[in-house]
């Protein structure tokens, strides 16, 4: 008989259950949150498992990558939280056993691990945070930044505090903290160039405007077999592009992008829909219809739709092998 496995994770250990096919509980119990450990309690069980659900979370990239030999299934934190809504009593033994019932009735949501290019662009994000910490910090006090470039930024944060002692200090470790983090920063970038220089597929989305290094990286990675989309139209909303909607009786409206799926993805898409709105791009059709929802929705819409738009032509690209061409985009679109 088919068995299914759940593991709910946590820092120190994970609780996990083994439910049959008819969802009984096979085996429980709790192990320590390490691979090993984990491939060797469900190697004890004697059973090849069917399918093993992991909720996606800080720890599940490494732990997934340490259990490779397992069918090992991410699934997504937002159905797993839903589906346990109506438990009136949580604790982690009840999670386990809740992913497990999820896998066997297959009522789940398979989710990629963050790639690299990833969490390279989470450091960047950080790197902005400790940014806008200082700001904030420093108008607390009336001292306003205002407008600065990323060279002269730690210029004038010290033109700013001068004459403050405890805010010299404070400011002192916080760009210390910048500086390392902009060095790591710079180090991520130079390894990206290399691998987008010996990707293929990230050098033929980086034909189109706007892709750079990390846009592509991050796609490509996200993607990864582009077959497993039915169309190129899916795209859009496994990355969270298209909006949610609501239809109960005589209710029916839309409302904003669900935000479903990976939050990298979908950010390294809005950035590169921003740079061929706001920069020079000869010759696309792309940014024409960009600019005529704009004119129409206002800019930020355009953005988002550019966004879902730059998704669906940069997976036919990966699908078919072929170069950006400006003047076929909106065709392809609409293939």
């Known amino acids: 008989m088919k068995q299914y496995a759940g593991i709910d994770v946590s820092l120190e250990y994970s609780s996990v259950c083994v439910v049959d096919a008819d969802g009984r509980v096979v085996r429980e119990g709790k192990v320590p949150s390490e691979p090993g450990a984990l491939i060797a309690w469900f190697s004890d069980c004697g059973v090849a498992l069917e399918r093993i659900g992991l909720e996606a979370g800080p720890l599940s990239q490494w732990l997934h990558a340490g259990m490779m030999g397992l069918t090992v299934e991410l699934i997504e934190t937002r159905h797993v939280r839903a589906a346990f809504k109506t438990m009136p009593v949580k604790t982690d033994k009840k999670d386990a056993r809740g992913i497990a019932q999820l896998m066997r009735l297959g009522w789940f949501r398979a989710v990629q691990c963050k790639s690299l290019p990833a969490q390279e662009m989470r450091a960047q994000g950080k790197l902005h945070d400790i940014e806008m ?92 077999v582009p077959e497993r989309f039915r169309s190129s139209r899916a795209v859009g909303p496994h990355f969270g592009l298209t909006p949610k909607k609501y239809q109960s009786g005589e209710t029916d409206y839309s409302g904003r992008i669900s935000k479903v799926g990976d939050a990298g993805v979908r950010t390294a898409l809005y950035e590169a829909a921003n740079v061929i709105l706001t920069r020079p791009v000869k010759g696309s059709d792309l940014k024409s219809w960009a600019l005529a929802v704009a004119k129409r929705a206002g800019p930020r819409k355009a953005r988002v739709a550019l966004a879902r738009k730059l998704a669906v032509v940069l997976h036919h690209m990966l699908r078919n092998g072929t170069d950006f061409i400006p003047r076929r985009a909106v065709a392809v679109m609409t293939a």
Request: charged fraction near 25%.
């Open 133 to 224: 910490s200082i700001r904030g910090i420093l108008r607390g006090f009336g001292l306003k930044v205002g407008p600065t470039t990323r060279r002269a930024y730690a210029a004038r944060i010290s033109e700013l505090v001068e004459g403050h002692p405890t805010l010299e200090a404070i400011a002192a470790s916080l760009l210390k903290v910048r500086d390392a983090l902009a060095g790591e920063f710079a180090g991520f970038e130079r390894k990206l160039r290399v691998m987008a220089r010996q990707d293929d597929n990230a050098r033929r989305l980086m034909t189109m405007p706007g892709v750079g290094v990390l846009v592509a990286l991050t796609f490509v990675s996200a993607v990864d």
